[in-house]
C-alpha cells in the first residue's frame, strides 16, 4: 500500500520541515499539504536533502482534495476515545496496529495530522476511516508534529515494498457515494435525526476497519437501492388503498 502524508493547516515552516526530512529518511516522498503557510527559507534549510521532497508537494485547499485517489483514511489523535456510545475516537489503532492493518494491501494510505495547536478538528475526523494515536502518557500525550510523523512512518516504512494483495479496495470516492446513498436511505425510513450523525459515524468507522472492497461497496448499494424499490411500492399500494377508502 503506498502512504500519503497529509499535513492540515501546519502552522511552522520548522515543522514541515522537519516532517519532509523525516519522509525521506524512511523512503516516502507524497506529501499533501492543506492550507499551509508559505515555504521558505526555514522549511528548506530544516528538510536539508529533503528539498526536492518539499519542492514537490502538493498543496490544497480542503482535506477533501488531499485524500482525493485514496483508499483508506487514517485521522491521527493524542486523545482516546473511552465511552463506547462515542465512536469519533473509539478504537484508536497504534501505529503498530495500523501497520498489520494496511500491510500487503494495494491502493493509497491518506495520514492526516493536524495543527500544531488543536490537531484535526471533529469533522475531519468524521470523514476517516480509521484514527491512530500513539500512546504516550496520559499526563502529556501531545507530542511535536514532526516527531509524531516521525513515529507513525517508522512503523509504516515497509509496507509500500510489500503489496502481494490483489484485492482492489474500495475507493474514498465510491465509499462517500455509499455513506451518502445510507444517509439519503436513513431520511427514507424516518430514522431519528438526533441519532443519525451518530450513527453514519459509528458505520464509518465500521466500514472503515472492514476494509470494503469496490465490489462490496456496489452490493451494499444495490441492496439500498432494492430496499428504496419495495418502499416505494409499498407507498403506492397504500396510497392506492387509501384512495378506495
Known amino acids: 500500500m503506498e502512504v500519503r502524508t497529509v499535513l492540515v493547516e501546519p502552522k511552522t515552516e520548522e515543522n514541515i520541515g522537519a516532517v519532509a526530512r523525516v519522509l525521506k529518511n524512511f523512503g516516502f516522498h507524497e506529501l499533501y499539504m492543506v492550507k499551509p503557510p508559505c ?50 475516537r473509539l478504537h484508536a489503532l497504534t501505529p503498530y496496529e495500523l501497520k498489520t492493518k494496511v500491510k500487503d494491501r494495494n491502493g493509497v494510505l491518506a495520514l492526516l495530522f493536524g495543527r500544531e495547536d488543536t490537531g484535526l478538528q471533529n469533522e ?33 516504512r515497509d509496507v509500500e515494498s510489500s503489496r502481494r494483495d490483489t484485492v482492489k479496495l474500495a475507493s474514498v470516492e465510491d465509499k462517500e457515494r455509499l455513506f451518502t446513498h445510507i444517509q439519503a ?9 438526533h441519532k443519525k450523525e451518530e450513527t453514519m459515524l459509528m458505520l464509518r468507522r465500521v466500514f472503515g476497519r472492514a476494509e470494503l472492497t469496490a465490489g462490496e461497496v456496489r452490493t451494499m448499494r444495490g441492496i439500498l437501492r432494492k430496499a428504496e424499490w419495495k418502499l416505494s411500492d409499498l407507498k403506492t399500494i397504500l396510497l392506492q388503498k387509501s384512495a378506495k377508502v
Open 124 to 156: 475531519e475526523l468524521k470523514r476517516c476511516d480509521l484514527v491512530v494515536t500513539i500512546p504516550a502518557v496520559e499526563e502529556y500525550p501531545v507530542m511535536n508534529l514532526s516527531h509524531a510523523v516521525a513515529i507513525i512512518i517508522y512503523e509504516l
Open 185 to 193: 436511505f436513513l431520511d427514507e425510513i424516518g430514522y431519528k435525526p
Open 39 to 88: 515555504i521558505g527559507t526555514k522549511a528548506m534549510a530544516v528538510a536539508s536533502h529533503a528539498r526536492d521532497l518539499l519542492k514537490s508537494a502538493r498543496i490544497v485547499d480542503t482535506v477533501e482534495e488531499a485524500v482525493e485517489k485514496t483508499t483508506i483514511v487514517a485521522g491521527t489523535t493524542a486523545r482516546r476515545g473511552i465511552s463506547g456510545r462515542k465512536h469519533l
